[in-house]
């Protein structure tokens, strides 16, 4: 069993640039959320899917961060321009839906400059 | 979700039983206990929930309190790889689509050699 795979794990870029994390989410969950973890705020959702819809992107920072789902076994969260208070680790995570556990990634350590 | 208290942090001696505890004293009726851990570095792992019986798997037991105001996760033979923040989440069980988990700040247990 692979798990919930990110990519990549590490990610230091400048700021303006765009960034793109990219999840897979084990075979057969059929919900993803993306959180974001810093010092200051701690774990925060940014968004979920169920069966690659959107369901609630209300904790998405502002427009500068977008999520997409557009199958079952792939999802992106960009950020374009990045700025440094963007730097944090993004954890994905997947559930089997009915059921309420979610299996976390190793998550992706992004630094902008 | 019902808000959950825990102490920010406790030690425990390898091979002791480690017991942590979490009060959720506007728990409601439908809402379940679930407890995740976050080793340093790595994402959040799920470890048990229950709704008002005690529960036990391989990891560890799950307390919880007649009045289910309070809940105590227990260890019961610490190993240094314990090590982690442990969090206690209360959220209605949801029999349909999956929903988000909202972190508080947890406790960070240390095990001692």
């Known amino acids: 069993d692979a798990g919930v795979i990110q990519s990549p794990r590490h990610e230091v870029t400048e700021m303006g640039q765009e960034v793109t994390l990219r999840c897979k989410p084990i075979?057969?969950?059929?919900?993803l959320f993306w959180y974001r973890q810093t010092m200051m705020r701690g774990l925060e959702l940014l968004i979920y899917f169920n069966n690659n819809v959107p369901i609630d992107d209300s904790g998405m920072p502002e427009d500068r961060f977008s999520a997409k789902m557009p199958n079952a076994s792939f999802s992106t969260l960009k950020i374009q321009p990045s700025e440094p208070r963007d730097s944090a680790v993004y954890f994905c995570?997947?559930?089997?839906?009915?059921?309420?556990?979610?299996?976390f990634g190793p998550g992706t350590r992004l630094l902008v400059l | 979700d019902a808000k959950t208290t825990q102490p920010p942090s406790m030690d425990c001696a390898e091979g002791r039983a480690a017991n942590l505890p979490c009060n959720h004293s506007t728990i409601s009726g439908n809402e379940y206990v679930y407890w995740y851990r976050q080793i340093h570095s790595q994402g959040p792992q799920y470890i048990i929930h229950g709704l008002k019986n005690n529960e036990t798997n391989e990891m560890a037991s799950l307390i919880i309190t007649e009045d289910r105001k309070s809940s105590t996760l227990i260890l019961p033979h610490a190993t240094l790889r314990d090590t982690a923040v442990y969090y206690c989440i209360v959220r209605p069980f949801s029999s349909g689509s999956a929903r988000q988990l909202t972190f508080g700040s947890g406790t960070q247990l240390t095990v001692l050699p």
């Open positions: 995570a997947s559930s089997p839906g009915r059921k309420e556990t979610q299996y």
């Open positions: 075979s057969g969950h059929n919900s």
